[in-house]
């Protein structure tokens, strides 16, 4: 145990042997690269020889073999995050903590640097904690996810089981890109719940319980609305307000009255009235 | 050593060395007659005896006098001067700025003889305008005198606190006003100034308050005319009445402290306040010069023209009267040009001592002192206690004491303690009294330093497993060794100007120039007086010099 508030435990830093990689990374500015890492196991008593030798080790692992005598300052974002990694990584802790790492490099060098780490964690046998903001990171780098909601936890479990069947509206509405619908739940039955908005019912996967003539809320997830242009179940009449070229697709916007709802389509429609369909299986009913 | 050990014991030398000077003077001025003296009694009679002397309410009135007179002289000027350099297109500003700030550089006596020789009754400035106007147009032994010297001389810090006010400040809300149709002056008027007003307050109170520590200049400009300041009281109350009159000095020590103690502990609630507002921070856009057209001149030539009053007048005078064996009326000073007073420098043995001593405070004394600076400021660095309020605090007491006062309670101390009395004649003495006068300002220069340290450098190292102390030696002191130096530096520079805090430990072996200068003056000795004032103002000239190719900042 390092911390406990509750128990008023709270180790010294030094004294909890974690690795750690600081969003800033941290490098210090006056050590070259091998002193940097080195510095860890300087403070364990580690003979020189050793020293040598695992650094050089460590730092090859990293791809960064080559550049031990430089200083941080010549080094690129990315080359200091290894760094920071290597330097985290080389007295061996049974646990890293990487706070952010990702979040100093610009867009496309973040995503080889994910790739990078994921690759990095999986062959070396490492367990990490990776803090992230970012969702999508999350998904791509871990094995095992924890969210966390004003510093409890709201969900655990991998990145499929908490993308697809969250168990929470927080956790529901942080991943992916969603729609909200806002009603009243008419009933419950079975593996199926029915709100009511705008008088139509609209039936879903029950995710609480909820008593049947209280608010509900239902989530889905953009890329499960399907657009069409008659009546039927499942289905809302709104108006097409404003498509957006997004590239791969096209992205869409409706409304009606205080309700917006966006879907992808692979082609823009005409604007006017449509119907809005939400699949039952892909909406999930609070 | 855990570290709670190292920083209970830097807190305890502390405030021991705060705190011992200032309570035996306090207990002092409730005895009798001097401390070592066994018929002492504890009496408020030295408060009844000073309190009814008429000098010494006329010495504080006249010195409220001079601190609000340059008070009002100074703070107007400097803020002005700010923003001239800072925000407008006067010519040759980065030559100027050096310039500016050298009177906060020269010591205080040094620009006093400076002015009693230049434009004293018989000063080179003051024949030559009798030559032209048959008459000499100004008197500088008059209280007038006096504190438009004073204040002239203190323009620079008003200008340091307020230029960098406004180098913290966005031109953005100025762009607004020229838009809107202001000139340059209604925007320095109506936007600039308002908005430095917190740094323009502080810097008015710390002149205030510096009026009060004034020493050399009203000891060369008003001792003449019987004008007595609280210091020069002090001073003069040495031999008084015959025998050591401690208990009347250390009543007068104790007034003066209780008007600059709540003087500097405002300087402080206001600073931080100026410090707020300058938060208010643009980026850091390259700002926009603001045109003063023909105006410009019209900058420069003030600068100047106070340049030349505060700056070139006292340092010509000093440096020209040191190569001549005298001048007065129909005297060509080519004639007289003379290196006689620098070969008599070396006939003294007290003066070469005092010139190498002076070196000695200045490179090994100063560079200890920035070690032991280092050393308070890592016990409080990232301690999340109470304690460094304490700290906070006693840096703040020696502030209060000018450094004529805390010679003396030094002195004082040395005497009263036993063992330290072997010390008293040494150089120790003047480097303990230097360290703790300079205690607040050796104190900012290092924790300024000190808060460039990003946190997560010293965490990264306590997560690799390293224990506090071993965090400041491996990571905190390597980042902060370039600051140290500079700090060094400019310790140096105020320890080679120091004139007031010595001269209650002047004695054989303890000899600055600062002090010598003053007892020097005293027999009038005006030659040597000049020679060892032109020495002093070289050695600060070259500390100058290697500060600003450092590219040291030369304020705090």
Redesign the interface.
């Known amino acids: 145990m390092f911390y406990d508030a509750a128990r008023k435990i709270e180790l ?3 004294k ?5 990689v ?3 990374y ?5 050590r070259s690269v091998f002193d940097n890492v080195a ?2 196991l300087k ?2 008593g580690t003979p020189t020889a050793e020293i040598k030798a695992r650094v050089d080790k460590t730092l090859a692992q990293i791809g960064l073999g080559a550049l031990a005598e430089r200083y941080p300052h010549q080094l690129s974002g990315g080359q200091q995050q290894r760094v920071a990694i290597a ?2 990584l080389v ?1 061996e802790p049974p646990v890293i903590l990487l706070d952010e790492p990702l979040s100093n490099l610009d867009a496309k060098l973040r995503e080889e640097a994910r790739a990078w780490l994921r690759t990095l964690i999986v062959t070396l046998g490492l367990s990490a904690i990776h803090v992230t903001h970012d969702q999508v990171e999350a998904m791509a780098i871990a094995d095992k996810i924890v969210l966390l909601d004003a510093g409890t936890v709201a969900q655990e479990g991998k990145p499929t089981a908490l993308y697809n069947e969250p168990a929470t509206l927080f956790a529901a509405e942080f991943m992916g890109s969603n729609n909200r619908l806002d009603g009243t739940l008419l009933e419950i039955s079975g593996a199926n719940a029915t709100m009511q908005v705008f008088g139509e019912r609209i039936t879903g996967l029950p995710r609480s319980k909820a008593a049947v003539g209280s608010k509900a809320v239902g989530i889905i997830r953009l890329e499960h609305v399907r657009c069409a242009s008659v009546p039927g179940p499942n289905r809302l009449k709104m108006e097409l307000k404003a498509p957006m070229y997004l590239g791969e697709r096209w992205e869409l916007a409706f409304a009606r009255e205080h309700l917006t709802v966006r879907a992808y389509a692979a082609a823009p429609l005409a604007p006017g009235e449509h119907y809005v369909e939400f699949p039952p299986e892909a909406l999930w009913v609070f | 050593m855990p570290i709670i050990v190292y920083r209970l014991l830097v807190l305890g030398i502390t405030t021991l060395a705060v705190v011992a000077p200032l309570s035996l003077v306090v207990y002092q001025s409730f005895l009798t007659a001097p401390f070592f003296d066994h018929s002492a009694r504890l009496s408020i009679s030295a408060y009844s005896f000073v309190f009814a002397e008429d000098d010494f309410w006329q010495a504080l009135w006249t010195t409220a006098a001079i601190a609000g007179g340059m008070a009002a002289i100074a703070v107007p000027l400097g803020a002005l001067l700010a923003f001239l350099m800072v925000r407008t297109d006067v010519p040759g500003r980065q030559y100027l700025e050096p310039l500016i700030l050298i009177p906060i550089f020269v010591s205080a006596v040094v620009i006093a003889f400076g002015y009693v020789v230049a434009i004293g009754p018989v000063g080179i400035f003051s024949t030559l305008a009798k030559d032209v106007l048959g008459f000499v147009p100004w008197n500088v032994y008059s209280l007038f005198s006096l504190i438009a010297i004073a204040g002239l001389t203190h323009v620079p810090h008003v200008y340091l606190y307020s230029a960098a006010a406004l180098r913290g400040l966005s031109t953005d809300m100025e762009e607004a006003a020229r838009v809107s149709g202001a000139n340059p002056l209604q925007v320095a008027l109506n936007v600039s100034l308002p908005m430095i007003m917190p740094a323009i307050l502080f810097a008015g109170v710390l002149v205030f308050f510096l009026g009060f520590e004034l020493f050399g200049l009203p000891l060369v400009l008003g001792d003449p005319q019987d004008v007595l300041v609280l210091s020069t009281y002090l001073f003069k109350l040495t031999n008084k009445l015959g025998v050591p009159s401690y208990q009347l000095m250390a009543v007068v020590v104790v007034v003066i402290i209780a008007i600059t103690a709540p003087l500097v502990f405002m300087q402080r609630q206001l600073l931080r306040q100026a410090q707020r507002f300058v938060s208010v921070r643009g980026k850091g856009l390259k700002t926009q010069a603001l045109r003063l057209g023909p105006w410009r001149w019209v900058a420069f030539g003030t600068i100047v023209f106070w340049l030349f009053i505060t700056v070139v007048v006292p340092l010509t005078g000093i440096t020209l009267r040191s190569f001549v064996v005298s001048w007065g009326e129909g005297v060509d000073l080519l004639d007289v040009l003379t290196l006689d007073h620098y070969r008599e420098l070396l006939d003294y043995p007290n003066v070469v001592r005092g010139i190498t001593n002076t070196l000695g405070i200045g490179v090994i004394g100063g560079a200890i002192s920035v070690v032991c600076y280092t050393a308070i400021a890592l016990a409080v660095h990232r301690w999340n206690s109470g304690w460094t309020r304490l700290v906070d605090y006693m840096v703040m007491v020696p502030r209060a004491m000018p450094g004529l006062v805390a010679g003396l309670a030094l002195l004082w101390v040395f005497l009263f303690v036993p063992f330290l009395s072997p010390l008293r004649s040494t150089m120790f003495s003047i480097w303990l009294a230097y360290s703790i006068v300079w205690l607040a300002y050796g104190m900012r220069l290092v924790s300024g330093t000190l808060l460039q340290v990003a946190p997560e450098l010293e965490e990264a190292a306590r997560v690799s497993g390293a224990n506090d102390l071993r965090v400041k030696r491996d990571v905190t002191v390597p980042l902060i060794k370039y600051g140290m130096l500079a700090s060094w530096l400019l310790v140096f520079l105020i320890f080679v100007r120091e004139y007031s805090t010595g001269i209650y430990l002047l004695g054989p072996g303890t000899e600055v120039i600062g002090s010598l200068l003053v007892s020097l003056w005293g027999t009038g000795a005006i030659d040597l007086v000049s020679a060892l004032s032109v020495v002093n103002v070289v050695m600060i000239g070259v500390g100058l010099a290697v500060a600003v190719r450092l590219g040291v900042r030369l304020h705090g």
């Open positions: 010294p830093a030094e909890r042997g974690l690795g750690l600081f969003q800033s941290a490098l210090w500015p006056h510095y860890g403070l364990r330097r985290a007295y």
